[in-house]
């Protein structure tokens, strides 16, 4: 910027100009022949008009109050009406115990009460006799094809909280896979899966044995799950509901709750507690037969506590809700 061109100094002290005073907003303003200051620009201190500058007018005021207690800018256009302060900028803290833990009860309740209050309207109107659980409802009757589409679009929106979960434990340090979430490996995840179903159907069948007679027939205390006639291609309707189940229910109960937990300070054993309190609390539809889930939350969670992986969780759960479901659609 040439000297022609600099913007115009405040006048030195002494010389009729003062500061402005405090307690109002005011606007400098230049002198008449005086080159333009740039938009907002106020004179800082020590600075002198160049000697070719012509003088100020006699009783030239520098200083003149802002309308309404609001600075125009002394050149360009008129200025907006005041709007909102501005949103303070975003502080990234470490967060405390207290913070996480309030997390912890939004997740999980985002999650398992919505579960809780449609397992407990089915139980409910299945002991006043309105209606049996079925496995695949019907959406749009006499339509079985756009009825799977339009089934599994509404069951996918059971794991909208999975991202969230994630992305909150990514936020203080752990990342998918630091629980063992990601690309399955056979030997590693899929394998012990099985066995994890496997023992699990095995115990159940164990505890279902002795009480088989007792359960029999007494649609009382058991609501069964029924499966209405269906085309064998909704096979891959049962295929989607067991992959969307076993991912959000071990991504929320087993990954993200344990974990919280296990930061929490809780020991193994009251965190398996807790953690098998809410799995079967959104199984009370079944009556007394939730109870049949129990060795599969109680195997599953204790393989996630000793061994950190997630994807076993996973595809035990895939495995034994798709083998049930597939049985089911075949045999209907």
């Known amino acids: 910027?040439?000297?022609?061109?600099?913007?115009?100094?405040?006048?030195?002290?002494?010389?009729?100009?003062?500061?402005?005073?405090?307690?109002?907003?005011?606007?400098?303003?230049?002198?008449?022949?005086?080159?333009?200051?740039?938009?907002?620009?106020?004179?800082?201190?020590?600075?002198?008009?160049?000697?070719?500058?012509?003088?100020?007018p006699p009783g030239w005021q520098f200083w003149v109050p802002a309308?309404?207690?609001?600075?125009?800018?002394?050149?360009?256009?008129?200025?907006?009406?005041?709007?909102?302060?501005?949103?303070?900028p975003v502080r990234f803290e470490a967060p405390t115990r207290r913070n996480l833990v309030r997390e912890t009860w939004f997740v999980v309740l985002a999650f398992v009460f919505p579960g809780v209050v449609s397992a407990v309207t089915v139980l409910v109107r299945h002991l006043q006799g309105v209606s049996d659980v079925d496995r695949f409802p019907t959406v749009l009757p006499g339509h079985p094809l756009t009825n799977m589409i339009l089934g599994i679009v509404n069951y996918l929106a059971i794991a909208v909280v999975v991202p969230v979960a994630?992305?909150?434990?990514?936020?203080?340090?752990?990342?998918?896979?630091?629980?063992g979430l990601g690309r399955p490996r056979f030997m590693a995840d899929v394998w012990p899966?099985?066995?994890?179903?496997?023992?699990?159907?095995?115990?159940?069948?164990?505890?279902?044995?002795?009480?088989?007679?007792?359960l029999a027939g007494n649609t009382?205390?058991?609501?069964?799950?029924?499966?209405?006639?269906?085309p064998a291609y909704y096979v891959v309707y049962g295929l989607v509901i067991a992959a969307t189940t076993s991912i959000t229910e071990e991504v929320i109960?087993?990954?993200?709750?344990?974990?919280?937990?296990?930061?929490?300070?809780?020991?193994?054993?009251?965190?398996?507690?807790?953690?098998?309190?809410?799995?079967?609390?959104?199984h009370v539809y079944y009556g007394l037969g939730f109870l049949l889930t129990v060795p599969f939350g109680y195997y599953v969670t204790r393989s996630f506590q000793k061994h950190r992986r997630l994807n076993r969780p996973i595809a035990a759960h895939f495995v034994y809700d798709a083998v049930l479901i597939t049985i089911s659609v075949l045999t209907s």
Do not use: C
């Open 1 to 56: 910027m040439t000297p022609a061109d600099q913007p115009p100094p405040p006048p030195p002290p002494g010389s009729g100009h003062p500061t402005p005073p405090p307690g109002a907003v005011w606007v400098w303003r230049a002198p008449p022949a005086w080159p333009p200051p740039p938009p907002g620009w106020t004179p800082p201190a020590g600075w002198q008009p160049p000697p070719a500058w012509p003088p100020p």
């Open 67 to 88: 309308a309404g207690g609001v600075a125009p800018p002394l050149y360009g256009p008129p200025p907006r009406a005041p709007g909102p302060p501005p949103l303070p």
């Open 166 to 179: 994630l992305l909150l434990l990514a936020r203080t340090g752990q990342p998918p896979s630091s629980i």
């Open 193 to 214: 899966g099985l066995g994890l179903a496997a023992a699990a159907y095995g115990t159940a069948i164990a505890l279902l044995i002795p009480f088989a007679a007792l």
């Open 220 to 230: 009382k205390v058991v609501n069964p799950t029924v499966v209405t006639h269906v």
């Open 253 to 282: 109960v087993n990954g993200y709750l344990l974990t919280r937990l296990e930061q929490f300070g809780w020991s193994p054993q009251r965190a398996l507690a807790l953690s098998l309190t809410l799995r079967t609390s959104y």
